[in-house]
């Protein structure tokens, strides 16, 4: 019996199809397509050996999947298990670009193919940020357009996992509630890019046009701690860094990451990763 997957449980079927694809299975795209289809296009109802997803560039499309119609806008994402039976029509008021991939799973050097599923089903979604999805599909598209090759067959199995652990990501945020505020995500971008930066939560609210209290609580659900502990695990991962490959010593290290003396950060580093930052100092070549 075939149904509609919600988003926890869709979200929970793509990890299980990555889990089996990261031992020694890949996936193997069949077809991939980017195209304005013309204003005949249809696709009478089909049963597909293959696992099949979609992206919706422009247009409006309607897959009649299950006897269930799921109306497809721009921006909107299908995934159709093998053995899904389904038809679609488009549209006609304007033109649909659509960028359709069909793919199995298999054993490297094997043209036969097979799919995870344990009974044919499917799921559609509106991520809430397309523009994200797009250029993933896009470049699956691109990766699957170049000359055969080890070079090819990687590039397209790893652009299918990355895309298929975002959908299963942003499915998971869906079923969460989380919100998006692209000035939160600046925010931690900035933090990410200057690690030794000090900049205090309160100046950090200010530039994003938040006040301190909402753009921490904005922060907190997106990324499940606090600015002030996110500025410190990124100082200490960027410290990490810098005792590992650069001849620095720990005074050094600490005075560059805007700490008052080498006692002061020997601490928090040790607190952060249960050993001193001295032990993590690179080693001497030996002549």
């Known amino acids: 019996m075939s149904k509609s997957l919600n988003s926890h449980d869709a979200s929970r079927f793509l990890d299980s199809l990555l889990r089996l694809t990261l031992d ?12 304005t289809v013309p204003p005949s296009w249809s696709i009478e109802e089909r049963v597909l050996d293959e696992i099949h997803i979609l992206y919706v560039k422009s247009g409006n499309v309607t897959y ?28 006609l008021k304007e033109p649909l670009s659509i960028i359709p991939i069909r793919f199995k799973i ?7 193919g097979r799919t995870f599923t344990s009974g044919p089903c ?41 895309t298929l652990a975002e959908m299963s990501h942003e499915l998971e945020n869906i079923e969460q509630g989380r919100p998006v505020h692209h000035a939160v995500l600046q925010i931690k971008n900035h933090i990410d890019m ?16 938040l006040s301190p209290k909402y753009c921490s609580q904005l922060f907190q659900q997106l990324f499940g701690t606090t600015i ?24 050094e290290i600490s005075f560059h990451l ?20 001295s032990r993590m100092l690179r080693k001497p070549l030996q002549r």
């Open 24 to 35: 020694t299975q890949r996936f193997h795209i069949q077809t991939c397509f980017n195209v």
């Open 64 to 91: 009649q999947v299950n006897e269930d119609p799921v109306k497809l806008a721009a921006g909107h994402l299908l995934f159709l298990s093998d053995g899904m039976a389904h038809s679609a029509y488009r549209d």
């Open 106 to 112: 298999n054993r490297y050097g094997s043209k036969h």
């Open 122 to 162: 499917y799921f559609s979604f509106l991520p809430r940020d397309a523009q994200k999805f797009r250029l993933l599909f896009e470049t699956i598209h691109r990766h699957y357009c170049l000359p055969p090759s080890v070079r090819r067959d990687a590039l397209c199995h790893a652009s299918i996992c990355l």
């Open 194 to 209: 200057n690690p030794a930066d000090r900049t205090s939560v309160k100046e950090l609210a200010a530039r994003s046009g």
């Open 228 to 251: 002030k502990e996110y500025q410190i695990k990124i100082r200490i991962e960027y410290a990490r860094y810098l005792l590992e490959h650069t001849d620095q010593s720990v005074k």
């Open 258 to 277: 805007g700490y008052p003396d080498p006692f002061v950060f020997s601490k928090q580093y040790k607190t952060c990763t249960g050993a001193a930052p």
